[in-house]
C-alpha cells in the first residue's frame, strides 16, 4: 500500500460529459502528480501541485483541469469526453517540490468513455 | 521533441536466467534515473534509481548501469523468479519546459517456469 488514494476506482460515462477524480497524497507528502496511462502511449506526465500551486506542466489537454486543495488531496477534472480519453488516470505524490525523488503512485482511476 | 525510449517492449526469460532493459534519452541535462516496476492492476512501484554522478548501482538482484555519455541506461536483474513478472518502466528527468520526470513506454517481463 503506498499510502496514495484514488476515488473512484472505476468509472464509465458517455462522450461529452464530465468527470472529476479525486486523490488522497501520503501522509505529509506535498506535491502531487497525475499522470494518464493508455495502452499504446504508456504514462503521460499531465500535471504536478505543490503545496496547493501549479508547478509543472505536461501533455495536459485544455479539456482537462486540476486543483490542489489546503488539505493536499487533489481533484482532476476531465470534461467534452472523447472516446480517446478512456485510460487509467494515476495520480502520485511525493515530499519534494522536485521529481527527482521516489513517487507513490495510488491504484489508478479506470474511466472508460463509451 | 524530448523524450526516453525504452527497449524492449516485450521479453520473455526462463526462471533463473537474467533480463535487461534498456533506455535511453535526449537531454544531457538528465540527472536522474529511476526504474518503476508495475504489477498488474496496481501503480507503479520504484525499484530503484541513479543519479548522474555515479555509473552503477545494486540492490540485491537488481542493478542500474548509466552510461551519460552515450545517454543511456539499463536495468539488469538476474536469477529471476516468476513475481519478477510485471512492466517495467524506466524514467529520466527531462528539463525542456521545465524539470519533468517523463516515462518510457514499458517492458513487460514474463519469467517463465
Known amino acids: 500500500d503506498s499510502g496514495v488514494t484514488q476515488t473512484p476506482k472505476h468509472l464509465i460515462t458517455a462522450t461529452g460529459q464530465r468527470v472529476t477524480l479525486r486523490c488522497s497524497p501520503r501522509?505529509?507528502?506535498?506535491?502531487v502528480y497525475w499522470y494518464q496511462q493508455s495502452l499504446d502511449q504508456g504514462l503521460q506526465f499531465l500535471i504536478q501541485?505543490?503545496?496547493?500551486?501549479?508547478?509543472a506542466k505536461g501533455n495536459i489537454l485544455e479539456r482537462f483541469s486540476a486543483q490542489q486543495f489546503p488539505d493536499l488531496h487533489s481533484e482532476l477534472n476531465l470534461s467534452s469526453l472523447e472516446l480517446g480519453d478512456s485510460a487509467l488516470y494515476f495520480c502520485a505524490s511525493s515530499s519534494l517540490g522536485e521529481m527527482a525523488g521516489e513517487l507513490f503512485f495510488g491504484e489508478g482511476s479506470r474511466l472508460t468513455v463509451l | 521533441g524530448e523524450n526516453v525510449e525504452q527497449h524492449p517492449s516485450t521479453l520473455s526469460v526462463q526462471e533463473g536466467d537474467s533480463a535487461v532493459i534498456k533506455c535511453t534519452y535526449s537531454d544531457s541535462a538528465s540527472n536522474y534515473f529511476p526504474w518503476y516496476k508495475q504489477e498488474l492492476g496496481k501503480g507503479p512501484q520504484l525499484i530503484i534509481d541513479i543519479r548522474s554522478n555515479v555509473g552503477e548501482k545494486k540492490d540485491q538482484r537488481i542493478a542500474v548501469t548509466l552510461n551519460k555519455t552515450a545517454k543511456h541506461f539499463s536495468l539488469h536483474i538476474t536469477e529471476t523468479q516468476p513475481e519478477d513478472s510485471a512492466v517495467y518502466f524506466c524514467?529520466?528527468?527531462?528539463?525542456?519546459?521545465?524539470?519533468?520526470?517523463?516515462f518510457g513506454t514499458g517492458t513487460q517481463l514474463k519469467v517463465e517456469l
Open positions: 501522509s505529509g507528502d506535498l506535491s
Open positions: 501541485y505543490y503545496n496547493g500551486e501549479e508547478r
Open positions: 524514467a529520466a528527468i527531462l528539463t525542456g519546459g521545465g524539470n519533468k520526470l517523463t
